[in-house]
Every structure is written in C-alpha cells, then in structure tokens.
C-alpha cells in the first residue's frame, strides 16, 4: 500500500491549508507591533495588549492600548478633516468609496486569510462570505455618496462618528460602519475589537493606499476602556456600536442627554422556525447556515430551533446525522466547516452557560472538537423556554431544539425572549410564512434561507437587540441628519401642580372634572388627587399606577398596528371632522389657557389640518423592495414600534398633543401621552372627541399630570417600545438614561425647540420616528 | 416515513435477492422494489432555493488536494461509465472506446501513482444496444460491464413492447447494465402507477442485467418531480437512478443531484435497499469529478464512492483527469495529444 492506494480505501479529504505566508510576511514588515492610524498615517506603537491566533494560542501581533489622549488626538484629526470630506461632492466621495471596494477586493484573499489567522473562522467564510460583503457594501455605499443629493435632499452629515465593532466579522463589521459614514459625508474613529484589530489596521493601510484624504478615517485600538473614551468623547457627534446588550445599556446611559446620535446593533436568540410542510433536509441545512456558521459567533444566529412536533423527531434525527459531516479544526484548512472561539475567554463563557443548560436538564448532542480553543457544535434538546440555553445569548456553536403544537404555539415561542434581530422562518406555504414573518418580533426575517445578508438591505433588530438600520436606504438614514430646530434656551415655566385646595381654578358655568382616558374610559386617577389648572379648571394627578394601567390597556390594543392603512385613515379623517365640529369649543379652552383669539382659531385650525395630513399618509407611507441577491424578494416593510409613550410639548397644549400623537398612531402604534402639564385640558377633552370617532379602546390613552414623573415611569416601563419626549434638557437626559432597562427607542427634544403652527410640526421624519423596518427575505424558484 | 415498509420489505427482499453477474463487481443485494407507494413522496417538499445554496456550497466547503486528489480523480475513473452516445458510432469506434476503458490511464501515469499491479479500469462502458456486441467482445476478460441504453433512448417515445424487446435484445447481446428512459408525460402528469408499472416491466424485462432508470431531469424541471420520480423508479426496482441521458437541454447538474442521492437515501432508510446513483451529461472536467463525489460522501458517505452504488456518465471527463493526474505526477502541465483518445 502507499499514498494513493491508501487514501483510495478511505477517500478521506486530507488536508487543503491555505498559505499564510503573504500575512506573515506582512506581519514582520510591520515588526508584529502597530500603533493606531490617526489622520492618515500609523503612529508609533505604545503600550501594547497582544493579539493571537486563536486556533494555536500563537502570538500574532501586539496592539497599541489607545489611551483617551489617543483618542483625542484621532477625534481632533477626524473633526478637522471632516468639513473637506463633506464638502467634497458626491461624486468625489463615491470615487473614494469605490477605490476602496477595489482596494479590498484586490486583496481579497490577504484579508481573508488575516481574518482568518485573527479571528479563527473557517478560510470558506471569511473567502466566500466575510470578504466578499465588504467590497459589495463599500461598492453599494459608493453608489450613495454619488447619489446623497438625489436620494436625500436636505439632509446633512452628522459629524464626527465614533464607531465600536465586535470580533465576530471584525473587518465586514467595519465596512458595515465605515461605508455609510464615510458616504454620507462624516469622518470618524473607529475602535475594532481588542480580539481581533489587526484586519483593520490593515485596511487603514489600503485607505492611505488608495488616497483616502487623511483624518477621514482613523482607527484606535484598544479594550473597552478605550470604547469609553470614544463614547464619553464630547466632540463626538455619533456612536454607532455593535456588541452585547450589555454595553449597549452601558452606551445608552452614558450618552443620555449629550444629544449625541445613537444606533445599537445588540444581541440576539434568534427563533429558528421549522414547520411541518418544510423541506426538512433544506431547513436541517439552514440549521448549519445559522448557528455553526462562525462557531455561532453570530449575533443574529438561529440559536432556538423551533419544529413542530408532527416533524420533530425526523427532523432532530436528521439534524443529528448532519451534524456528524461537521468538520472542526484549523480555520485556514479549506475543509473545515467550524474553526476556533474567538478567544479562550469566551470559550470560557460557552462552557459555563452549557454546563448550566446541561445541569437543568438539557440533553446535549454534541461532535468532536479538538484541543485547544475548540467548542464542539452543540445541539441541546429538551430545552424549555424556561431553561437558561433558551433565554441567554451563548455567542457559541449552540443550538436549541423546543416544539411547538400550532403556528400560534410557534409565533408564540418565537417571541418569548427580551430580544427581537432576527427570525428565520421554514415552511413551503407562502401564506404561512408571510404570516409569521409578520407576526414575528424582528428587524429581520429569512424566509427558507438564514443568515444572508447584502449591502442593499438594512439590518438591525427590535427591542433588546438594538435600534438603527445598517445597509440600504434605511442604514443610510443612520448617519444624516436633517435640519431640526433649535432649543431656543428658554424652557417653558413648567410649576409644580397644585394639587390641594386652594388652588382656585374655579370656572364658568357647570364644573366639569377631567379624568384620565385609559383602554378607551375615563378613569379617575389612582392618587384621588386633582391638580388645578391655570385659566380654571382641574386635571387628574396621575401617577405611576395610572401608567402601569394604560401600558397595560395600549398593549391589548396592539391589533391596531394590523388595521389597514386606510382603515386608519378613516378614523382619522373622522377625527378631524369631530373636532372639527367642535371648533368653538376647543378654542374656547385655548382661550381661557391664555391664548388670543387667533391664536386659539389658528391652533384648532391647525390640528384639524394636521389630521388630514396624517389621515393621508396612513396608507402611503410604504416600505420597499430592496435590491438585493438574484431570485430574491427582500421585502422592507415599515412597522410600528409599538407602545409608545409621548410627553407631549407644553406650549401649545391641542396642536402639540394632535402633532405628535397622530403620526405614531396613524403609523399604528398605541400611545400613552402625557398631555401638557400646564394645559392638559384641551387633551382631555379630546377624549371624547377620540371616543366618538371610533378609535378603538387603547390605541390612545390619556394621563394627566407632572411631565417628568410620569415620564420617567414610562421610560423605566419595559412594556414600553418608544418614548417621545419634550422637555427640559434634565428631562431628555432623564428619559433617555432610564430607557436602558429594555434599550427602548427615545426621541427626546428641548419643549420649546420646535414651532409647532410652522411646517416644523409635521412630516415625513415624524413618521421615521414612528416605525421600524423589517426586512423580510423570500427567496423564489421552483 | 413509513415505518413498516422495512419488515415486509426485508422479508421480500431475501425472496428475490439474486447475485449479479460476476462481471459487474456487484456485490450489493439487489434493490427488489415494492408496491407503489405514493405517499413516499407525495407532498415532499423540495425547496429549490435551499437545494442550490447546499450544492454551490457543496464544493465550497470541501477542498480535496495534491495526493488525495490524485486518489479521488483515479476513484472517479473507476467509477465512470465511459459513454458514447452518438449517431456516427461504429463497431470499430467502440472498440476503441473499450480499450481507453480497460487502460483509461497511461502507464507513465499509472507508474507515477503507484498503482502499478493494480487494475484500474472505467466503471462500465455505455453504448447504443446495437454496438454492445462489439463492446462485450472488446471487453472479454476485463470485468469491466457493458452498460446499454434502451427504451427508444433518448426520448423513450415508442410503444412499450417495442422497448421492453429493446432491453431483452440488449440482455441477449450481453448487455450487464441497461438503461432505461422513462416516459416524461407519466411524470409531468403525475400519472405514478403508469410510469411504476413501466419500469417494473423494464426491470422484469431486464432480468439479471442492472436497471438504470433515467429520469431525464431536464425534462422534468422541477425538483419535486425529480424527487418523485426518483422514488417512483425506486419502488418499482431500478438499481441505480440517473439524470439525464446528455441530450436534453440540461443535464446533471449538482441541484437537481442533491435532491436525487436524498430520495435514494429516504428509500434505503424506508426499506433497507441501498440504490446507486448516476449523473449524466454536460460533466466534462475534473472538477466536476471531485464536485460529485463531494456530493457523494456529504449526503451518502464513503459507501456510495464505489462503482457499485456510483458511476460517472460521461465522455469527455477522463480525457481532463488524465490530463490533471499527469500534472501531479510530472509537475508538469499536459497536452491532451500525449494521452490515448477514446
């Protein structure tokens, strides 16, 4: 026997390495040391961390430790740079933008085999995946830089953006970053990942290759300490980070009330959902596309599999036997299927969460993995959605199998977990899968296919999982800004209600007693306490039961947010001609609240016209379809947030509550607003005006009482989806540090920023406000 | 699936189990078939979208390289059946095909692999039924197994008698292996009793030689008639199931195989028979070699790497791996006028 009579009984794969010489040979000339890449060239190396090669423990590099001088120093390069780079045209920016996809992609395989080596994902990803999306996003947001004027009249750079990338597709993560930051006119820093900086650092190499104006791009390296500094940076005017839900909290309360821009690509437990008219084997397949790809490194990976019980024993015995053709070992060998954890600490951490998933009764499944920093593909069954598998993000090559009994069961499960980015849906039905897709809480959702992604689509999720697109027309919107009004630095006078006797408050005729409007009732306030109003009258003191209640309520109306747009639009219209209707007495209200007869006819005037304007966009504010991969639809579709609270503007008490209450509703979200403190009484008497023209019970509730307070019970809610508020600066910053709880989408704004009567009060970012994107993917052929 | 197919099976099985000729390596117990049984296959989803993502990624996936390599290419000869198929053939042009058939590989080469000593020979030559004569003559003593096509090949448009007397003169003439064309509109209207009953009166008509049912996939197009027909030949006795017969507008292509090898796997895990399997037409390099025994091994395992369970039809495809083995052997690029024509 030898060599080839040998290999002829086994017809084994035997080994394909991929050559890494070219990288290594790379790393020398660069001493294996790097210093951080500020306004256009690399510093000297300071104190460095080192960097090593996950599969063999080598030593890779070593890493300058970015200190906040540093970052500094790169945040001062990227501001002076930044009013020349969004002064070039378009069209010399997507010249930049396209040198740099050629760049990659001229060295396509030298990053590829770097990423590899950095980050231990099998040469097959980082070759056919990794590598490729990142010349297609800077190729795709050439295209924006060209067409910024076109596509996006009025809107402007943000700034200076500091953006923060994990490990897990360190160099895409950054074009996912760089490319619409860069198009859209911002300059930035950009820390990558302490795991994995060395793809990075190797682009900003290509960028002072290929002439990228210097101070446009800089790159920091270093841990989450250096994160910190970029964050708290207050010349910054944009984080973006992708990671753990856990530092998007930290993120969150640091930057609340700095007014910075915000966008949170966060954690994920993906449901993975397999219905009994599948094709099995396609979705046994999809099961290896979702969680072992990139070790399940993967922040939208397929973790929960969801499979109905009439297939779940052929599908568990199939996925099974797949599992066992699963190849683990050296990611720069062209057969492997499965490579190194990142780094032994979060091998660390997979371990701990199985072993716990094991000791409360998870059946594991796994293969063989090598030596080293290796996790075996792992499939646990018997998980309940109790079990810590189930609920926590394992960020490792896990898998949990559950079954469901109807789709309802499955929407159900789906659902069942604090975290909404993505959902993958298997079934031969269309009408079935449509529906989940719909049903299911995620900013994206892959019809018969898992983990694809283009730069054409935006990607980013619901709830804990973040907010912001990344990719296509959506992402873009993440890093413009578009010219908001001014805080004037007044705030309105806002006293503290007077809620004992003696208030005075006495008006003319019949005493009338506001109360709250909740799931459709006026209520009395939990507290049995009034406050007075100035120009007569009382209004209930609502407190944080109140909120509870009609969080409650505006959740069971959530159908709303089903209802056709035009089925909204009627209601709407017929709200108009209610209030309408009710003209003289409105104005009246406004009147005795201090206004001036013009003033008062012109606000109700207003609002009234401010319905129609929202009536009409219910059913136009469309989504779209997204341009993406051949022989696939990749539906965006605008949704609701949700529940949304909203303080509403103090200052013109009927046109501020109808100008932010009406976009969110007609978008069908359900609100809970906090009409004005000082005038809630031209809102409370809308309720009956709401009442009578048919808008269901819970889609608008309605608790009076002090602004702050009640606004800081409903940003502290996690039933809550969104919270507008409009306020003092204590307040936003307030709002947005206690919105961490359940990472809810804010938008707060100075009270008197905005002059409501003007074309300020309304429009089409109103209703961007309003909604998140879903992108579904449905991929056809027969 | 139907989980008491197997007993029953196994029991008929051994009732009907013969041995194939010697001549045709056969070791496998043959598949014996079984009633019709639509639900087998009736609503089986085959999503055509996931089926092209696992086959581009099939060879994306999997890298076979330098000596292993060198091995799975000879593999692939053994497995081929080295086929022509065209108006112009003559005895004289068979023969020559026999005898690239029984040394496929230039003795340099065969020297240069250590195989020295070793019989490596194609899987199986394939001819027109009127040219298996001078096949079987050319082939004396070489083991390797004359396969022809019948049925009124390629269309299998012809009374069913004429054809079932097309695979019994083919069996006369020495034929080991036939295959067969089913009839297209039995599966385009989902006529399945017609189209079982067709094949097992081919099967019966073919005896001892192997049946080889091509299911013309091309014609068919969608993958949920591929995976239906494919169970149809099976339950009504084919040995191997096949694509194409190479004149169609698309032959084999790694799609419409994957859906093939897991519809023989689903049959095998219902009844025990373990049925080969057999891509046709348009594979003409050596990389499609290695891509379909990738395929192969991923889906089936090392068993059906054999010529028993596994052939290559193809023309063209030997000429290539001969011209990548020589490279491995000499480390030099070669020019296909140094290496035997067929």
């Known amino acids: 026997m030898n060599e080839i009579t040998n290999i002829l009984e086994t017809l084994d794969y035997g080994p394909a390495p991929e050559n890494t010489d070219l990288v290594r040979a790379w790393l020398e000339r660069h001493d294996g040391r790097f210093g951080h890449f500020i306004d256009g060239a690399f510093r000297p190396s300071g104190g460095t961390f080192d960097v090593f090669e996950p599969a063999t423990g080598r030593h890779l590099a070593s890493v300058t430790q970015g200190t906040s001088a540093d970052v500094d120093d790169a945040v001062r390069a990227a501001r002076a740079a930044q009013p020349g780079w969004a002064a070039l045209s378009g069209h010399d920016r997507a010249r930049h933008l396209y040198a740099l996809a050629r760049h990659v992609q001229k060295h396509a395989r030298f990053l590829s085999v770097l990423e590899s080596l950095d980050n231990g994902k099998p040469i097959r990803e980082s070759r056919d995946i990794d590598i490729p999306l990142v010349a297609r996003h800077f190729y795709h947001h050439a295209g924006w830089a060209e067409l910024l004027e076109d596509e996006f009249p009025s809107a402007r750079p943000v700034g200076v953006c500091g953006q923060i990338i994990p490990w897990n597709f360190p160099l895409l993560m950054l074009a996912w970053k760089v490319a619409p930051a860069l198009a859209a006119g911002n300059t930035v820093v950009l820390k990558p990942a302490e795991y994995t900086p060395l793809t990075a650092l190797a682009f900003a190499e290509l960028a002072a290759d290929c002439g990228l104006p210097a101070g446009v791009l800089n790159i920091v390296t270093g841990d989450g300490s250096t994160g910190a500094a970029i964050v708290g940076h207050g010349d910054i005017d944009k984080i973006a980070f992708t990671g753990s839900t856990e530092v998007g909290r930290i993120i969150r309360r640091q930057t609340a009330g700095t007014g910075k821009f915000l966008t949170l690509e966060l954690g994920g437990k993906s449901p993975f959902i397999v219905f009994a008219d599948a094709d099995l084997d396609a979705a046994v397949e999809g099961v290896v596309d979702a969680i072992w790809f990139n070790q399940g490194q993967v922040c939208c990976a397929g973790a929960r599999i969801l499979v109905a019980e009439a297939v779940a024993e052929r599908f568990e015995t199939r996925l099974k036997a797949r599992m066992k053709t699963l190849r683990i070992g050296d990611p720069l060998d062209k057969c492997t299927d499965v490579g190194a954890i990142v780094h032994p600490v979060q091998l660390d951490r997979i371990r701990k969460l199985v072993s716990q998933g094991a000791r409360e009764g998870a059946v594991l499944h796994q293969t063989d993995a090598p030596e080293g920093c290796f996790f075996p593909p792992t499939l646990a069954v018997g998980v309940e959605p109790a079990s810590t598998l189930a609920r926590e993000e394992i960020f490792g090559p896990v898998a949990t199998l559950t079954e469901f009994r109807t789709p309802e069961d499955a929407v159900a499960l789906a659902n069942n977990t604090k975290y909404g980015l993505a959902a993958s849906v298997w079934s031969e039905n269309v009408n079935l899968c449509l529906d989940i897709a719909a049903q299911v809480k995620a900013g994206v959702v892959w019809v018969n296919c898992t983990n694809i992604f283009d730069a054409g689509a935006g990607f980013g999720g619901y709830r804990e999982s973040g907010y912001g697109r990344e990719g296509g027309r959506e992402g873009m919107m993440a890093y413009l800004s578009h010219p908001e009004p001014k805080a004037s630095g007044t705030e309105p006078e806002v006293p503290a209600p007077q809620a004992a006797p003696g208030g005075g408050a006495a008006g003319a005729g019949i005493d009338r007693t506001a109360k709250l409007y909740i799931g459709g009732k006026q209520v009395r306030p939990d507290s049995g306490y009034a406050y007075a109003v100035a120009g007569g009258g009382h209004a209930g003191l609502g407190n944080r039961k109140d909120i509870r209640n009609a969080v409650e309520a505006a959740a069971k109306a959530s159908a709303w947010g089903a209802a056709t747009g035009h089925n909204r639009a009627q209601i709407l219209y017929y709200l108009a001609e209610n209030l309408s209707a009710r003209a003289a007495e409105f104005e009246a209200r406004l009147r005795a609240a201090g206004s001036g007869v013009e003033a008062a006819r012109g606000e109700v005037e207003m609002s009234v016209r401010r319905c129609f304007w929202y009536a009409a966009q219910a059913d136009k504010f469309d989504g779209a379809v997204h341009q993406t991969k051949s022989a696939h639809v990749t539906l965006a579709m605008n949704e609701p947030v949700g529940v949304v609270g909203i303080a509403c503007p103090t200052s013109v008490p009927l046109l501020g509550f109808v100008s932010t209450v009406l976009p969110a509703i007609a978008m069908g979200n359900c609100v809970i607003a906090v009409p004005s403190q000082l005038h809630p009484l031209s809102a409370t008497d809308l309720y009956q005006v709401i009442e009578t023209s048919d808008v269901p019970a819970g889609v608008v509730n309605i608790v009076t009482g002090m602004r702050d307070e009640l606004a800081k019970t409903l940003a502290q809610h996690d039933g809550v989806d969104g919270i507008w508020y409009f306020g003092s600066a204590a307040g936003r910053k307030m709002v947005e540090a206690e919105s961490t709880g359940n990472l809810k989408q804010t938008w707060t704004e100075e009270d008197a920023a905005r002059n409501w009567m003007s074309a300020e009060g309304q429009g089409r970012r109103f209703l961007h406000r309003a909604t998140q994107v879903k992108n579904i993917w449905v991929p056809y052929g027969e | ?342």
């Open chain 2, 1 to 342: 699936m139907v989980a008491d197919a197997k007993p029953r099976r196994a029991e008929e099985a051994a009732s009907h189990a013969h041995q194939v000729p010697a001549r045709t390596g056969h070791t496998q117990r043959r598949n014996t078939g079984m009633p019709l049984r639509p639900e087998m296959f009736e609503g089986h989803a085959v999503n055509r979208s996931a089926a092209e993502r696992r086959a581009a990624t099939l060879t994306t996936r999997r890298s076979v390289k330098k000596a292993h390599q060198a091995a799975w290419l000879v593999n692939a000869v053994r497995c081929m059946d080295l086929t022509t198929l065209a108006g112009d053939d003559t005895a004289a042009r068979v023969r020559r095909l026999c005898a690239k058939a029984r040394s496929p590989l230039a003795p340099h080469l065969i020297e240069g692999l250590g195989l020295s000593g070793r019989s490596i020979t194609t899987g199986a030559v394939c001819v027109y039924p009127t040219l298996v004569e001078p096949a079987v003559r050319a082939l004396e003593g070489s083991g390797i197994p004359v396969a022809s096509v019948a049925t009124g090949f390629p269309a299998g448009l012809m009374p069913l008698d004429l054809r079932l007397a097309e695979i019994r003169y083919a069996v006369e003439q020495g034929a080991d292996e036939i295959d067969i064309v089913v009839t297209r509109e039995h599966v385009l209207r989902h006529d399945w009793s017609a189209l079982y009953d067709e094949v097992a009166a081919m099967r019966e008509a073919c005896g001892k030689a192997h049946l080889k049912a091509i299911l013309a996939t091309g014609d068919l197009r969608t993958l949920r008639n591929v995976y239906a027909a494919s169970m149809v030949a099976m339950q009504a006795g084919a040995d191997f199931i096949k694509t194409s017969t190479g004149k169609e507008g698309v032959n084999a292509t790694l799609p419409v195989s994957l859906v093939m090898v897991r519809a023989l796997r689903d049959y095998g895990d219902a009844t025990g028979h373990r049925v080969g399997f057999k891509p046709a037409g348009g594979m003409k390099s050596a990389k499609d070699a290695l891509a379909w025994q990738i395929l192969m091994k991923e889906e089936l395992g090392r068993d059906w790497l054999a010529p028993d369970l596994f052939r290559l039809g193809a023309s063209s495809m030997l000429a290539d791996i001969e011209r990548q083995l020589e490279h491995h052997v000499t480390g030099r690029y070669a020019a296909s006028s140094r290496h035997a024509m067929a």
